[in-house]
């Protein structure tokens, strides 16, 4: 069973950073996609970013260049570096996983285990 505990995120003003991590269990030995995704009150779910295991990764068009997902196989966990936030990034954010994930896609509904998410806010 794939297990995903989100933590570190907080409230920041516009322009400054936090680093999202997933702790992740059950998924070791798998094809597997990691994702990060986010929800803002009244709109849909969305993705935006994901890593697979041998470590491709892709983005939303909202966040590239700005945010970074990365993985330590060791500490089995996964990370959202998020820089120079806005406030349209105040969200709560998941972490998610596919597997297999035989196409890398960032839909959410592709994506069967979920964390509790950790919520962002981002001040003007």
């Known amino acids: 069973q794939v297990h995903l505990v989100e933590s570190g995120g907080g409230s920041v003003q516009a322009g400054g950073s936090l680093r999202l991590s997933c702790a992740a269990s059950?998924?070791?030995?798998?094809?597997?996609?990691m994702g990060w995704f986010r929800q803002a009150p009244g709109k849909e779910r969305e993705g935006v970013a994901r890593i697979d295991r041998i470590g491709r990764t892709n983005y939303a068009d909202s966040v590239k260049g700005r945010f970074t997902i990365s993985q330590d196989n060791a500490k089995n966990s996964f990370y959202l570096q998020m820089e120079s936030l806005k406030p349209e990034d105040t969200a709560m954010y998941y972490c998610a996983a596919k597997i297999p994930c035989l196409v890398a896609t960032m839909k959410p509904s592709e994506y069967k285990y979920w964390g509790q998410g950790t919520q962002v806010t981002v001040s003007s």
């Open positions: 059950g998924y070791r030995g798998s094809i597997y996609c």
